[in-house]
């Protein structure tokens, strides 16, 4: 087994044994491990949060559940063949290599990433990505909470129906043969990557993604019950609101740690990221009041969600006052394809997306690499390798026009790939067990599901088995069950 002292010269050690490697940046680590952290809490307890209250009573625990296994199973896939599959050396020009990423010696290393060189007529070349200041072991676990909370927001729009074992089986499908193709082709240095396709944080990767991927398993997985389709309350909005506004926060990190250093560029990202949201919000909050006469809380939620999608793809690439202009078109856009194009829509009408991921997700995400190609400004491209020589459409000249239609491409092929290979993984895992829950579970929710209830009230969890779930030992089982576990003092 090898020891720390076989890494005295790869790495370098201090006089005191501590290790400090000449190319580690102290703050650059510390500001990514944070961001990376800030990442993983969006999903837990964010999303976890935020599912869980925003859905009926009944279905509370197994929309938290569904969150919080995504979480977990990530973490493992992810470790064992997903980065490199991601981020690894290439296998095809839209895929990498399968390896693991758990060697001491590979984790200790300086983080690397893929190179990009591209040559123009004039003789100019873009310059190459840097090689971050940091170990690999800060970037496996920095990409890996990106991809967890991909799966988690593609299971918004499948909430309230999904066979929670059929679930089990797609996220590890789901990760490997679609997240890291749009991982690696955008930004492992794959095919996109290569042609310059900008995708600052992931407005292609994670969110256009896990929007038509949601959509497109809303599809083959079924609607909900009619009684829950026609009311779907959420249980708890101030609950709701505090999942909300940890994922608001945490994009700080999401957006913030993708310069890969704490940087000017990061900086810039941060900022824009709260413009484009509070942006989004008040918009998409008046025109629910111009058009409903009321406020809506939920309303507000999904306008800031929309707008926090839409800076994603060019954070760090924009300035202040495009951010302000994506805010309104994340407010408004979204709006009116939930509010009134869906409502027209046979197709969307026929798909049962629980929480709107497509409208959230996928049309925010579209637009914002869309408006990304509009308003790059060349100075803050120059300032995030590998884009230096590109600009907006907005700022002229003929590399401004080709940036817009390399944005639409590059969204093109994210929604071919997830509509296609989504449909196989669901067809697939269909074989193995149903996709959609039994009738009888659908009625009762989470206690038929899970056993448990959110809120056990009124006689709720009455159904509850207490020898496979409690606290209680095989001879408290037939006891009333409202008696507190031993040792807890309960107050009634």
């Given at each position: 087994?090898?020891?720390?002292?076989?890494?005295?010269?790869?790495?370098?050690?201090?006089?005191?044994?501590?290790?400090?490697?000449?190319?580690?940046?102290?703050?650059?680590?510390?500001?990514?491990?944070?961001?990376?952290?800030?990442?993983?809490?969006?999903?837990?307890?964010?999303?976890?949060?935020?599912?869980?209250?925003?859905?009926?009573?009944?279905?509370?625990?197994?929309?938290?559940?569904?969150?919080?296994?995504?979480?977990?199973?990530?973490?493992?896939?992810?470790?064992?063949?997903?980065?490199?599959?991601?981020?690894?050396?290439?296998?095809?020009?839209?895929?990498?290599?399968?390896?693991?990423?758990?060697?001491?010696?590979?984790?200790?290393?300086?983080?690397?990433?893929?190179?990009?060189?591209?040559?123009?007529?004039?003789?100019?070349?873009?310059?190459?990505?840097?090689?971050?200041?940091?170990?690999?072991?800060?970037?496996?676990?920095?990409?890996?909470?990106?991809?967890?909370?991909?799966?988690?927001?593609?299971?918004?729009?499948?909430?309230?129906?999904?066979?929670?074992?059929?679930?089990?089986?797609?996220?590890?499908?789901?990760?490997?043969?679609?997240?890291?193709?749009?991982?690696?082709?955008?930004?492992?240095?794959?095919?996109?990557?290569?042609?310059?396709?900008?995708?600052?944080?992931?407005?292609?990767?994670?969110?256009?993604?896990?929007?038509?991927?949601?959509?497109?398993?809303?599809?083959?997985?079924?609607?909900?019950?009619?009684?829950?389709?026609?009311?779907?309350?959420?249980?708890?909005?101030?609950?709701?609101?505090?999942?909300?506004?940890?994922?608001?926060?945490?994009?700080?990190?999401?957006?913030?740690?993708?310069?890969?250093?704490?940087?000017?560029?990061?900086?810039?990202?941060?900022?824009?990221?709260?413009?484009?949201?509070?942006?989004?919000?008040?918009?998409?909050?008046?025109?629910?009041?111009?058009?409903?006469?009321?406020?809506?809380?939920?309303?507000?939620?999904?306008?800031?969600?929309?707008?926090?999608?839409?800076?994603?793809?060019?954070?760090?690439?924009?300035?202040?006052?495009?951010?302000?202009?994506?805010?309104?078109?994340?407010?408004?856009?979204?709006?009116?394809?939930?509010?009134?194009?869906?409502?027209?829509?046979?197709?969307?009408?026929?798909?049962?997306?629980?929480?709107?991921?497509?409208?959230?997700?996928?049309?925010?995400?579209?637009?914002?690499?869309?408006?990304?190609?509009?308003?790059?400004?060349?100075?803050?491209?120059?300032?995030?390798?590998?884009?230096?020589?590109?600009?907006?459409?907005?700022?002229?000249?003929?590399?401004?026009?080709?940036?817009?239609?390399?944005?639409?491409?590059?969204?093109?092929?994210?929604?071919?790939?997830?509509?296609?290979?989504?449909?196989?993984?669901?067809?697939?895992?269909?074989?193995?067990?149903?996709?959609?829950?039994?009738?009888?579970?659908?009625?009762?929710?989470?206690?038929?599901?899970?056993?448990e209830e959110a809120y056990a009230l009124w006689g709720d969890g009455e159904k509850y088995d207490s020898s496979k779930h409690g606290w209680y030992s095989d001879n408290e089982t037939n006891q009333p069950r409202n008696r507190a576990p031993s040792g807890v003092t309960q107050d009634v």
């Open positions: 087994m090898s020891t720390a002292a076989d890494y005295n010269m790869s790495v370098g050690y201090s006089p005191n044994g501590i290790v400090v490697p000449p190319w580690l940046n102290k703050g650059d680590n510390a500001w990514q491990m944070i961001a990376a952290t800030l990442v993983g809490l969006q999903s837990m307890p964010g999303l976890v949060i935020l599912y869980g209250s925003i859905v009926k009573k009944k279905w509370a625990v197994n929309s938290a559940f569904m969150a919080l296994y995504a979480f977990a199973a990530v973490w493992l896939c992810w470790v064992t063949w997903g980065y490199n599959m991601s981020f690894g050396h290439q296998l095809l020009p839209f895929w990498g290599k399968a390896r693991p990423a758990l060697g001491q010696k590979f984790l200790l290393m300086q983080a690397v990433l893929p190179e990009s060189t591209h040559f123009f007529k004039d003789g100019s070349q873009e310059t190459a990505w840097i090689n971050p200041n940091y170990p690999m072991a800060t970037m496996v676990y920095f990409q890996c909470v990106f991809a967890a909370i991909t799966l988690i927001l593609l299971a918004g729009s499948l909430l309230g129906r999904m066979n929670i074992r059929a679930w089990m089986i797609f996220v590890p499908l789901w990760l490997t043969f679609s997240y890291t193709i749009g991982a690696f082709s955008l930004w492992g240095g794959g095919f996109l990557f290569q042609w310059g396709v900008m995708d600052y944080s992931g407005g292609y990767v994670i969110h256009l993604s896990s929007g038509i991927a949601g959509f497109t398993a809303a599809y083959w997985v079924g609607p909900r019950s009619t009684k829950d389709r026609e009311r779907f309350p959420p249980n708890n909005v101030l609950l709701m609101l505090a999942g909300a506004g940890i994922l608001w926060m945490g994009w700080a990190g999401f957006n913030g740690g993708d310069p890969y250093a704490a940087n000017l560029d990061s900086s810039i990202a941060v900022l824009n990221t709260n413009i484009c949201a509070a942006t989004s919000l008040l918009v998409w909050t008046s025109l629910d009041v111009i058009f409903f006469k009321k406020p809506s809380v939920i309303g507000a939620v999904q306008g800031m969600i929309t707008g926090l999608v839409c800076i994603t793809p060019g954070a760090g690439l924009v300035q202040g006052w495009a951010a302000i202009v994506m805010g309104v078109l994340s407010g408004s856009i979204p709006w009116f394809t939930m509010m009134v194009v869906h409502k027209r829509s046979k197709l969307l009408q026929r798909v049962d997306d629980t929480l709107g991921v497509f409208h959230t997700h996928a049309v925010a995400g579209f637009l914002g690499g869309v408006t990304t190609g509009l308003f790059a400004e060349p100075t803050l491209c120059s300032m995030f390798v590998p884009v230096t020589n590109s600009r907006g459409a907005f700022y002229g000249g003929s590399s401004g026009g080709m940036q817009l239609l390399k944005q639409v491409v590059g969204a093109l092929f994210i929604v071919g790939w997830n509509v296609v290979v989504t449909s196989i993984i669901c067809l697939v895992v269909r074989l193995i067990v149903p996709l959609r829950m039994p009738e009888e579970e659908l009625v009762i929710g989470d206690d038929a599901v899970h056993g």
